[in-house]
């Protein structure tokens, strides 16, 4: 075997290595391909509509991935935050409902979200205190929550939502007409999917705590002997992807007005996928804001363009499972490298 | 003085069992509906039923159901009532299988078991459905083909492949739009997971793959109302047929804009009554025989089959059509 590589294998090799240090580059070579492929199938995907309904669709699957992204970084992983969401939002809806119907969007937004936040802690708490893996926590943990609001708070689906929640559902960003006369709109709650991305991205890459976490997420030994609070770190990352899922959820029931306390639970590995889809590790340590956003770009794309290319709804399944499948197979290929 | 005693004696004990007897004339019995669950509209409506039918024979007819949607405690609680010995028990079973037991130990203890929404429950003597579900299907797809004027492209949505009642109905619309030639279905039998948001993203997929499609049928109770919300938003609302299995408290916001056009279910109050009166059927040893009439709208003649076990299945015709002008009759 020759020491030196042949010089024609260069140029590939260093295309390689990009896609090695900026798997985003990755994601978005995915999404184009997929985009190219939708579009050259079914014209009808390259108009702005389609490009409104993806960003709609994102939002909220985009909330729980930023959650998600930091508790992977940090090494855990988290399956409980729909059964979060969805607690989240019913509970408040009902709470404000009872209590102040004609509050601002502001009130069940914070409610939702201290929710959301309390039982990230509690995911976080468990998870350090007793060192126990994540997974089978927030298993547990979505077992219970579920079961709680279920048994104890609700099970029936609440049509008039708040005012507060109702108008902002309804609040639209941009809007126009079709060719058809159909009118499309992009709702302002994407905005809230922007500003978490930016608060994210912030905390990872601009703070001492996103370096604590990735170095958590390396591995735990090496992080305490370096002074690490490994356990602040984990209550910080449980607590944040629980306040993003009390966040997604309220956001869910206002887009779709009405409070379903059964939503959402099912979903969570959509959500998981697009985050390693977007270059995360399941394994720790690795993980960025635009890759993630780029993971959550495809799954919402694949999820939401099968009906346009013509797939039978009983092979909508497989051909989602085959796509995540290639897509997580070029990225172990990547590893290997 | 001991003659007059003894008149009156005779007299108190002529009263005595001339009371008895009146009484054995005119027993009364004790009928327990138990539901899957208290508090919520449709049982409460359910419930509306049951008094009427208290009311109107003076049997000592109820209702029960546990405080949570849980199939144990359901079962817990028909427990103590087969301790308590009732004449019959009126069950909307949660879980059918998680109950053959306990309701085959009422029948032993000579309680008599009826079911509603349990076609496959074995051990009941009569287990109630409201309708036919191809039947119904058809029925909600006949609505939506004359309101699309018999003609244009259509779908059909549905909560899972895997939901028996769900494909029933689905399959009831696809077999009733063939009748007429220009009824062209597409995509059909997407599936929603029960999911509104789900409903309304496919809709507003088809809408996109489809600019000229003329109506979508649902099935899931969420189906309706994420439809409805897609052909509101898209201003729609005249021009896009909408019908399904749906309940007012959910769809009832999209009928009154016009974005749903009808929904179609069943009323619980009725089936609230027809099971009592069955269940009183049994106790005075009647037998129900196919094309029965029941003296409840819907259920004038039912069919009767056989169940999967020793008993029977009575089907009614109990179609409630809602839309705009009805909307305020129904408050679940």
């Not at chain 1, 997929?34 to 509509?49: D, H, K, M, S, Y």
């Not at chain 1, 270059?279 to 993980?287: I, L, P």
Request: glycine share 10%; hydrophobic share 50%.
């Amino acid at each position: 075997m020759a020491l030196t590589s042949p010089p024609q294998t260069r140029s590939p090799f260093s295309v390689w290595q990009a896609l090695v240090q900026r798997p985003e580059l990755l994601t978005l070579t995915l999404v184009l391909l997929l985009a190219l492929v939708i579009g050259l199938i079914n014209p009808v995907f390259f108009t702005p509509q389609s490009l409104f309904d993806l960003l709609r669709a994102s939002t909220v699957t985009g909330i729980f991935a930023l959650g998600v992204l930091l508790v992977l970084a940090a090494g855990g992983i988290d399956v409980s935050f729909t059964a979060i969401a969805a607690f989240c939002l019913y509970t408040t809806t009902l709470l404000v409902l009872n209590v102040a119907p004609d509050a601002p969007f502001a009130l069940p937004l914070l409610i939702s979200i201290g929710f959301g936040l309390l039982l990230g802690l509690l995911n976080g708490l468990i998870v350090h205190r007793f060192r126990a893996p994540s997974l089978i926590v927030t298993i547990g943990t979505q077992y219970m929550i579920r079961g709680f609001l279920l048994a104890f708070i609700g099970t029936k689906h609440i049509m008039n939502i708040p005012e507060g929640m109702d108008r902002f559902g309804r609040w639209s960003l941009f809007q126009f007409t079709t060719a058809e006369g159909a009118r499309a709109s992009l709702p302002v709650a994407f905005l809230l999917l922007v500003a978490v991305a930016l608060l994210t991205w912030w905390i990872l890459s601009r703070t001492l705590l996103g370096r604590a976490i990735y170095a958590v997420g390396g591995s735990v030994p090496i992080a305490e002997r370096l002074g690490i609070p490994v356990r602040s770190v984990y209550l910080f990352v449980f607590g944040y992807a629980g306040l993003l899922a009390g966040l997604g959820g309220l956001v869910h029931a206002s887009l779709n007005q009405l409070a379903n306390p059964f939503d959402l639970v099912g979903t969570e590995l959509d959500v998981i996928a697009a985050v390693v889809l977007g270059g995360a590790r399941v394994t720790g340590g690795t993980g960025t804001v635009i890759g993630t956003l780029l993971g959550v770009v495809l799954v919402v794309m694949i999820n939401n363009s099968l009906i346009l290319i013509g797939v039978p709804s009983t092979w909508q399944k497989v051909v989602i499972g085959a796509i995540i499948l290639l897509a997580s197979g070029v990225f172990s290929r990547r590893k290997l490298a | 003085m001991k003659r007059k005693t003894l008149w009156i004696a005779a007299g108190l004990a002529a009263l005595a069992v001339g009371v008895t007897g009146l009484v054995l004339a005119q027993k009364k019995y004790t009928i327990v509906t138990v539901v899957k669950i208290t508090g919520i509209n449709w049982f409460n409506r359910m419930e509306e039923g049951v008094k009427e039918y208290a009311k109107e024979t003076g049997n000592n007819a109820y209702q029960t159901g546990p405080a949570q949607a849980d199939a144990a405690q359901q079962l817990k609680l028909i427990q103590d009532l087969v301790a308590k010995k009732p004449d019959a028990i009126a069950v909307v079973p949660f879980d059918p299988a998680v109950l053959e037991p306990v309701l085959k130990q009422a029948l032993e203890r000579g309680i008599k078991v009826i079911t509603h929404e349990a076609d496959n429950q074995v051990n009941t003597l009569y287990d109630i459905e409201a309708f036919d579900n191809v039947a119904f299907g058809a029925r909600l797809n006949e609505r939506l083909a004359k309101c699309m004027g018999y003609s244009g492209k259509w779908t059909v949505f549905v909560g899972s492949l895997g939901s028996k009642t769900h494909n029933q109905w689905a399959d009831g619309g696809i077999a009733n739009a063939k009748k007429y030639s220009g009824m062209q279905l597409v995509d059909a039998k997407q599936e929603t997971a029960d999911d509104a948001e789900k409903a309304y993203q496919k809709a507003k997929e088809i809408l996109k793959k489809y600019p000229d499609i003329k109506g979508f049928q649902g099935s899931a109770s969420t189906d309706v109302a994420g439809i409805g919300r897609a052909i509101e938003e898209a201003g729609l609302n005249d021009k896009v047929c909408v019908f399904g299995t749906s309940l007012p408290s959910i769809a009832g916001k999209y009928i009154e804009t016009g974005a749903v056009d009808g929904i179609g279910f069943w009323d619980p109050k009725d089936a609230g009554i027809v099971m009592n009166k069955v269940a009183q059927m049994v106790l005075e040893g009647k037998k129900i025989t196919d094309g029965m009439n029941l003296g409840v709208k819907g259920y004038e003649k039912v069919s009767v089959t056989k169940g999967p076990g020793q008993g029977f299945i009575i089907r009614g015709n109990a179609f409630v059509d809602v839309d705009k002008s009805n909307l305020k009759d129904y408050n679940f």
